[in-house]
């Protein structure tokens, strides 16, 4: 009965949004690094929207809100996933 919907707030643009529908950034524990979608750790999450998406990589908003350095690599890899395809579609065929 309980609703499944788990609100978080985009590091950009600070609305709280349904988790379902941000990326997540996670800062592993125990100086594991940086990694998305999941893990154990601090989390910060980001709108699965070009313009928060551009925001904070301009104004290294993860960085702020995970306290480390956040690889252009991560950043990158969250853009083609802007640009290609769908991801759930890609992950459905
Ligand atoms: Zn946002």
Excluded: F
Aim: net charge positive.
């Amino acid at each position: 009965m309980t609703p499944r919907l788990v609100l978080r707030r985009c590091v950009s643009c600070r609305q709280l949004i349904d988790r379902d529908q941000l990326w997540r950034v996670v800062r592993l524990a125990g100086g594991g690094g940086i990694q998305l979608d999941r893990g154990q750790g601090r989390s910060a999450y980001v709108c699965a929207d070009a313009n928060c998406l551009e925001d904070a990589r301009r104004r290294k908003r993860l960085q702020r809100a995970l306290r480390a350095q956040v690889a252009d690599s991560i950043l990158e890899s969250l853009e083609s996933r802007l640009n290609g395809t769908a991801s759930a579609s890609s992950e459905a065929r």
